[in-house]
């Protein structure tokens, strides 16, 4: 039976910095990451593709907020659930035209993800969403919304919002059954839309999850065999700021826990896929792989026989 791995990409693959986010410009983006993954498609593996969503949901919002005067401006679960659709459509048309018939089908799911509601990240939102902001629109834009703005590196001020931990995820089993159809699954689309069990069943609340714990729990709760985490850069850097930056080729759970700990990985950086990485394969997953899209195949394939300009960075059990 073929292998399986599920992709996490961001939004900002989608929308890349320095672009203004129109349509043609996205489709462009798409279309790199689906030649990925049917590189990887075609190495034999099936493949779950989540993605991020922060520049498009935020974006979304805005315009939201500026029509509110003309139609209701909606939630941001809401909002979150239309991106899925945006962005489903959009690599979906771009899966299918990289395959170029050879693919059996893709499916996009829109995904709700479980939360709890009492999760400490509703009381200190963290994950940015959407453009950057100069300090006097941010501050504006804190008086006059309630937004919660704050320094997003030299680009300006971001909007964040809660980000809590996906507990479970509602569309699992028709994931997995899509899987066994060998269909490639776009699915937990901005790491899902969260939703809490409330009287009358399940409920959306407002907040973007992270999308590479979402693919985490994904990844282990379909026993995925890889879990692939694309970021911008090759490999994961040690001593990153340091004329002693090294960077890391494989690392076992442990040391990658160690390197955790050491405050190696921001969690504004690396910090949230290494520990994506580390939990995966804690709770079964035999290897993680952070790095650029197009080495991703390479990645999981290379074995022992490493290629340097080919392979990325390999989290995997430790050495019994």
Not at 21 to 42: F, I, K, P
Not at 212 to 236: C, E, I, M, W, Y
Not at 262 to 273: L, R
Not at 289 to 299: F, K, L, N
Request: charged share 20%.
């Amino acid at each position: 039976m073929p292998r399986t791995a599920v992709v996490a990409l961001g939004g900002n693959a989608i929308t890349r910095g320095g672009q203004s986010g129109t349509y043609a410009e996205q489709s462009e983006n798409a279309h790199a990451m689906a030649r990925a993954v049917c590189a990887l498609r075609d190495a034999g593996w099936n493949v779950v593709l989540v993605h991020g969503n922060g520049p498009q949901v935020g974006n979304l919002a805005i315009q939201q907020d500026e029509a509110a005067a003309i139609v209701p401006a909606l939630p941001l679960f809401c909002v979150n659930s239309m991106t899925q659709g945006q962005l489903g459509s959009l690599l979906g048309l771009a899966l299918l035209a990289e395959g170029r018939g050879r693919l059996p089908g893709v499916v996009s799911v829109v995904t709700h993800v479980m939360v709890d509601p009492a999760d400490p990240a509703f009381a200190r939102p963290t994950k940015p969403v959407g453009p950057y902001f100069s300090e006097a629109q941010a501050r504006v834009l804190a008086q006059t919304r309630g937004w919660d703005m704050i320094p997003d590196g030299e680009r300006g001020h971001r909007r964040v919002v809660p980000s809590p931990k996906p507990v479970g995820i509602v569309e699992v089993d028709a994931v997995r059954a899509l899987i066994e159809q060998h269909m490639i699954v776009v699915a937990g689309g901005g790491g899902g839309i969260p939703v809490i069990a409330g009287d009358h069943g399940l409920e959306g609340i407002d907040a973007v999850i992270d999308k590479d714990f979402t693919a985490q729990r994904l990844a282990a709760s379909v026993n995925a065999d890889a879990l692939v985490l694309v970021t911008d850069t090759p490999k994961v850097y040690v001593d990153f700021d340091t004329p002693d930056r090294r960077a890391i080729d494989q690392m076992s759970v442990d040391e990658a826990a160690k390197h955790l700990e050491d405050g190696q990985f921001p969690d504004g950086s690396m910090g949230p896929k290494v520990r994506a990485a580390v939990r995966f394969i804690r709770e079964g997953g035999r290897t993680a792989v952070i790095t650029t899209a197009d080495r991703a195949g390479p990645s999981l394939d290379a074995g022992d026989a490493y290629a340097d300009d080919l392979i990325g960075t390999r989290i995997v059990g430790n050495a019994r």
